[in-house]
T-cell receptor, first 113, second 112 residues
Framework: SQQGEEDPQALSIQEGENATMNCSYK?????LQWYRQNSGRGLVHLIL?????REKHSGRLRVTLDTSKKSSSLLITASRAADTASYFC?????????????FGGGTRVLVKP | DAGVIQSPRHEVTEMGQEVTLRCKPI?????LFWYRQTMMRGLELLIY????????DSGMPEDRFSAKMPNASFSTLKIQPSEPRDSAVYFC??????????FGPGTRLTVL
């Protein structure tokens, strides 16, 4: 089964609103990464948070990590129509050879202008 | 710099035919990953190479699938014989030493 499960599966918001999506995982991780996938395209990395970090920011992105709950959240503030995409969390397990990623099912975000 | 290059971008074939997907990683990257993405199963890692050597092929579905990396700038994923359930988008990704993987645009495979 997938290491990461994301919630919600789909999200529809108005431009300017914030979008929050969550990721839960099952086993101890080295780090957790978020990727974005535009329709018909490959994945693009957004932000990484290490297991000893609790929060990171990058532009309009804010990621939190709660290792006790085995969960992470991605917040996109002041969303834009261009943020419409699917967002995936991916975990790197402790001692994973080659930084192997295990992806969640993704959250489809629609930002309406 | 060119990103990860995959070819073909779209492939339509009939059941039983051999399919070969190609990937050129980013120059200088030493790890290469093949993924399959479907609505039902999401994004699955099939196999990955480090310095052209297959490290983990536990995700390869069955013997019909094989992957090679004859040199640092080229990899293939072959399905022989193909079946309708192999229809998916296949992604190649490469990585240098950091944590990020860089994905290609994918090959959309349809097996009729």
């Amino acid at each position: 089964s997938q290491q990461g499960e994301e919630d919600p599966q789909a999200l529809s918001i108005q431009e300017g609103e914030n979008a929050t999506m969550n990721c839960s995982y099952k086993t101890s991780i080295n780090n957790l990464q978020w990727y974005r996938q535009n329709s018909g395209r490959g994945l693009v990395h957004l932000i990484l948070i290490r297991s000893n970090e609790r929060e990171k920011h990058s532009g309009r992105l804010r990621v939190t990590l709660d290792t006790s709950k085995k969960s992470s959240s991605l917040l996109i503030t002041a969303s834009r129509a261009a943020d419409t995409a699917s967002y995936f969390c991916a975990t790197v397990l402790i001692k994973a050879a080659g930084n192997k990623l295990t992806f969640g099912g993704g959250t489809r975000v629609l930002v309406k202008p | 710099d060119a990103g990860v290059i995959q070819s073909p971008r779209h492939e339509v074939t009939e059941m039983g035919q051999e399919v070969t997907l190609r990937c050129k990683p980013i120059s200088g990257h030493n790890s290469l990953f093949w993924y399959r993405q479907t609505m039902m199963r999401g994004l699955e890692l099939l196999i990955y190479f480090n310095n052209n050597v297959p490290i983990d092929d536990s995700g390869m579905p069955e013997d019909r699938f094989s992957a090679k990396m004859p040199n640092a700038s080229f990899s293939t994923l072959k399905i022989q014989p193909s079946e309708p359930r192999d229809s998916a988008v296949y992604f190649c990704a490469s990585r240098l030493t950091g944590p990020w993987q860089y994905f290609g645009p994918g090959t959309r495979l349809t097996v009729l």
